[in-house]
């Protein structure tokens, strides 16, 4: 099938998944971190505290997904979201009226299990689950959502800062969310596979077992995975909740800075895209084994940039690596380990990002504080980068062999 064909045949289910995949920005550090200077200045926080409010907040809500993302194996989407949006906009009009540092950990710990969280396993569970031939297609269409979100909102509500209060734009993505929620309802008004098949018509993983989260635990490839699992959700994520110190390190104004967002964007989902044609085309272990590369020379690059088009260069390699993990860990999970479990497995493994998600900026703050800025900092996580991918290449080398179809 033809990507036009496919977009034609299946456009209300893989718009469905977009919609909520760009809603759950408001609860992504990218969207969170532009409100981080006004935030400090307002409860007087130090980049610590701030990135130590961050961790709390983020670290309970990767434990309540450890629970809460297997309700996708027993509720349908359509379900699912309809609460989820609901508790995302009563976190979103909570941030607009938080009264102090305390109330600020609970209220991040809302946005972050709810749109990092809950939203986004939901878009790429169902896109996983749905589609099979043409699954990385699938997960890349969806994901663009994440990307529009990422593209456009910094800019814009950066933009409306001039002129609105910080509260009241949080109030606004309260407004966007109630009046995209029924917009997704009825495109999910018939599920592309009902909830009742679901159960029969699934792929089996590795040695053609369907894999439990107790077996996925147990199992050796989890653990070799687990540093590339963690690595671009804990730095990227540092790299956006950073955005205002790095601006300031660099010499660069916020405003210039974010403006930079949409080539990491463009670049991830061209990334993306290609991922998604190149699963479907060569399979998930042979893209697995590189797509950390670009990772490196990124945050190489951006230790040592010091003007705008240098930190453009640097982000273009870091949207190569981003764009390709948001197709490929979903696709991972759904070939080595099986659909039937598949919602309470990346449940597991959403835990683990939105986890390493939240020591990325509670670490970096602390050494932040310590004299240690975000450009030295770049340098140790590419390292960690080279040692991730080893790991990856021991697992690929080892477990390729025992999928149920030869990749």
Known sequence: MTYPSFLLANARWLSAGFLIAFVSSFGQTYFIAIFAGSIRAEFDLSHGAWGGIYLIGTSASAILMVWAGGLVDRWRIRTLCAGIFALLALACLAMATVPN????????????????????????????????????????????????????????????????????????????????????????????????????????????????????????LFWLMILAIAGPPCFITTFFFQQVHISEVKGFSHISFVALFPIFTVVSSLSMIAAGWAIDRFSTPRILAVYLVPMIVGFILGAQSGTLFEMAVAMSFLGLSQGAASVLLPAFWAEFYGTRNLGSIKAMAAAVMVAASAIGPGLSGVLIDQGIDFSQQMIGIAIYFVVAIVGVWIGMFRATPLLSVAA
């Open 101 to 220: 540092a305390t109330a600020l950990i609970f209220v991040i710990f809302a946005l972050r299990f709810t749109g990092q969280g809950m939203l986004a396993h939901a878009a790429m569970v169902s896109m996983a689950r749905w589609f099979v031939a043409t699954r990385g297609r699938a997960l890349a269409i969806a994901s663009l959502g994440f990307k529009t979100g990422e593209a456009a909102l910094p800019i814009v509500f950066v933009f409306l800062m001039t002129w609105m209060s910080w509260r009241g734009l949080w109030v606004l993505a309260a407004g966007l969310t109630f009046i995209i929620l029924p917009i997704v309802l009825a495109l999910l008004s018939n599920e592309r596979t009902p909830q009742s098949l679901a159960k029969m018509e699934h792929s089996k993983g590795m040695n053609g077992v369907d894999w439990t989260r107790n077996q996925t635990l147990k199992h050796w």
